[in-house]
T-cell receptor, first 111, second 117 residues
Framework: DAKTTQPPSMDCAEGRAANLPCNHSTISGNEYVYWYRQIHSQGPQYIIHGLKNNETNEMASLIITEDRKSSTLILPHATLRDTAVYYCIVLKGGTASKLTFGTGTRLQVTL | GAVVSQHPSRVICKSGTSVKIECRSLDFQATTMFWYRQFPKQSLMLMATSNEGSKATYEQGVEKDKFLINHASLTLSTLTVTSAHPEDSSFYIC?????????????FGPGTRLTVT
């Protein structure tokens, strides 16, 4: 599975959009981009995933560049409850693949 | 939907005893479940992959005789930490896979914090 690179930490003011970048320059054509987050002392939570098209759900939007070498997770109106570590993970689709968690981005939402 | 539960949420045991942790998918069937371990200020590390009705596949460095995994049904997997020692104290998290959203998403349980004294 392709390796990902994320900034270690980011801050965001409550109510503003949080844009979390992820680089995955070695991604293969059949690999998806998944985003999970982990709030302190809880299990990770699935957010969104995509292959090449932009995706949106009730939690977030995922923007994948045309060359698929990077992506951005957007939380449109961040709240204090969005404070968490966000993980960008690339893995092959079509199977129940194991997840390899990197260090992620620690997002701190402030008043 | 896609709720995964774990029991217990916290457990304290004495060194040398065994502890069993249950992982259940409440509203879906999961052919594959995963067990992770997380030490303080570190990321999740995969311990093993559990498929219903077959033996678990352990990651390199994880002792299969110490961490016994049983996946007896499509909704239940158990992890037993045998002869626990203080260094086994950690946050244990399970996940289960489903295709509810069209892909193979993993949904995680809330975790079990094990403290060995």
């Amino acid at each position: 599975d392709a390796k990902t690179t994320q900034p270690p930490s980011m801050d965001c003011a409550e109510g503003r959009a949080a844009n979390l970048p992820c680089n995955h320059s070695t991604i293969s054509g059949n690999e998806y981009v998944y985003w999970y987050r982990q709030i302190h002392s809880q299990g990770p939570q699935y957010i969104i995933h995509g292959l090449k098209n932009n995706e949106t759900n009730e939690m977030a939007s995922l923007i994948i560049t045309e060359d698929r070498k990077s992506s951005t997770l957007i939380l449109p109106h961040a709240t204090l409850r969005d404070t968490a570590v966000y993980y960008c993970i690339v893995l092959k689709g079509g199977t129940a693949s194991k997840l390899t968690f990197g260090t992620g981005t620690r997002l701190q939402v402030t008043l | 939907g896609a709720v995964v539960s774990q029991h217990p949420s916290r457990v304290i045991c004495k060194s040398g005893t065994s502890v069993k942790i249950e992982c259940r998918s409440l509203d879906f069937q999961a052919t594959t479940m995963f067990w992770y371990r997380q030490f303080p200020k570190q990321s999740l590390m995969l311990m093993a992959t559990s498929n219903e009705g077959s033996k678990a596949t352990y990651e390199q460095g994880v002792e299969k005789d110490k961490f016994l995994i049983n996946h007896a049904s499509l909704t239940l997997s158990t992890l037993t930490v045998t002869s626990a020692h203080p260094e086994d104290s950690s946050f244990y998290i399970c996940s289960a896979t489903t295709t509810i959203s069209g892909g193979y998403e993993q949904y995680f349980g809330p975790g079990t914090r094990l403290t060995v004294t």
